[in-house]
């Protein structure tokens, strides 16, 4: 239901239950009708509307929080992802084929999460799952030349592996 529909059902719920009131008034005792059961009507009226507000907030907080998170880690993710790109493209021309994976990789990560954005179409599913993975292995197989490959490869498997959260 779209919320039109849902809008046009809530007014029509109100305005029914106000009809009804009106004509259950008159059928009401006299003592019904007096400031005490008014005030005693109005109590509860107003303790409902109130934790109906408190649930809702409680909703509304829940849902951002939740957002808030996922909006981090998605941030943290990519952050992570270009950090071990710039690594590897430090490493050397060795690594251009590791890049490659890298975003190969990523595009197969994002597809997974959003199948609807269809990024690569000739991966399958485990395919897409251990694409990172087998970057890992890969850094891992790197021969460094120097010591500054060295560290450079250390570098990307550690940032690698807190990518994968190994």
Known sequence: MNSTVI???????IFGGTLVGLILRKMLPADHLNTESKDAVQVGAGMISMMSALVLGLLVSSAKQNFDS?????????????LLDRLLASYGPEAKELREQLRQGLAASIELLWPEERLQESLSNFEK????????????ELKPQNEAQRALQQQAQAQSSRSLGI
């Open 7 to 13: 809008a046009l059902v809530s007014v029509a719920c």
């Open 70 to 82: 996922t909006n981090a880690a998605l941030v943290q993710g990519g952050a992570k992802v270009i």
């Open 129 to 140: 799952a251990t694409a990172m993975e087998r970057l890992l292995q890969k850094i891992r």
